[in-house]
């Protein structure tokens, strides 16, 4: 196997665009290599790329690690950060590696489906920022061009007030999320909800969002409706790690205790 080691994005762009597989801090791709799911005769290793490391605002770079989010980053990415994997992991592991992966179960995607992120993609002749709706179109399928790398991902400026992550698996630390949830709270009561690993892609619950945004108070009753109505909106399958029927229980339960945190 051969092993580039760029320093800047345009070297990086040239090995990609060459046909080099991208390695950032290879927590996911080095068990795809390990288990002989992926057999790459050339690897170009991100992490000497300065432009992807940097963190701007509300740019973060896809080099980015969790560690990094874990110190810095707005609420709930921070916290979806402390739970992915254990300190090595947080290490090594990038948010760029994260969206490239698109996992359902990425603990950064609800995230970035609750506040509007775009991905910022570049290729050696061009740019382009797609929506995260845009961008994850199925298990693990996403909308990147073979020749680009995502360089970024960006925020929008302004972030709502109240935010909250949880995660539900089975047990509580070092484990992939059976249910992932981001809830947002903004001062005038706008409410997202985003969830992931109960559909292909994160996914976003808009009739819960819709109801729950329009009441200032909410009563126990809106929020069991919210709650309902989180259940209903989820798309999950019966895997190894749990039923359909649980899964969309404790989407609709994990999801109302978060808002209930940003209502606190
Ligand atoms: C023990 C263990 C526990 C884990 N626990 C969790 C967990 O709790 N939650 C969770 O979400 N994930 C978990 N993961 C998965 C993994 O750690 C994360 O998805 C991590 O963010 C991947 O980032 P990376 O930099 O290591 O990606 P890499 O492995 O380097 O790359 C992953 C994929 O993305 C591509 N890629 C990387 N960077 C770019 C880029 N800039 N542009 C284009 N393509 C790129 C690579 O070619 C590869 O296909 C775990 C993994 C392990 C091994």
Redesign the pocket.
């Known amino acids: 196997m051969e092993v580039h080691h760029p320093t800047s994005l345009p070297d990086a762009l040239r090995a ?1 665009a060459a046909g080099a ?12 290599i390990n288990f002989g799911h ?1 057999l790459p005769d050339h690897v170009v290793g ?1 992490r000497r790329v300065e432009e ?1 490391n940097s963190w701007e605002d509300s740019r973060i770079g ?2 980015v ?2 560690r990094r989010i874990d110190e810095k980053g707005p609420t709930a990415l921070a916290e ?1 950060a402390r ?4 300190p ?3 290490n ?10 698109a ?1 359902p ?5 609800p995230f970035l489906a609750a506040v509007d992120a775009s991905i910022e ?1 570049v290729s050696p002749t061009s740019t382009r920022h797609l929506l995260w709706s845009d961008f994850f179109v199925g298990v693990k399928q996403t909308a ?1 061009a073979p020749d ?4 970024a991902i960006q925020l929008p400026e302004r972030l709502p007030s109240r935010q909250a992550f949880g ?1 539900v698996g089975s047990r509580n630390a ?4 059976t249910v992932g949830c981001v809830v947002t709270r903004d001062d005038d009561g706008k409410t997202t909800v985003a969830l992931g690993s109960v559909a292909p892609t994160p996914i976003r619950a808009f009739r819960a969002e819709e109801m729950i945004s329009a009441e200032t108070s909410p009563s126990e009753s809106a929020l069991f409706e919210f709650q309902r109505l989180v259940s209903e909106d989820v798309r999950p399958i019966t895997d190894h790690r749990s039923t359909e029927e649980y899964r969309r229980h404790a989407a609709g339960v994990l999801a109302r205790r978060l808002l209930e945190r940003c209502l606190r």
């Open positions: 990609v597989t991208p390695l950032a801090g290879g927590t996911d791709l080095m068990v795809e992926a991100l992807l896809a080099g690690t969790w979806a739970t992915v994997g254990s090595q992991i947080r090594a592991g990038t948010i760029g590696g994260n969206v490239a992966t996992s179960a990425g603990d950064g995607l993609l990147k680009e790398l995502i360089v995660k070092m484990v992939i999320a």
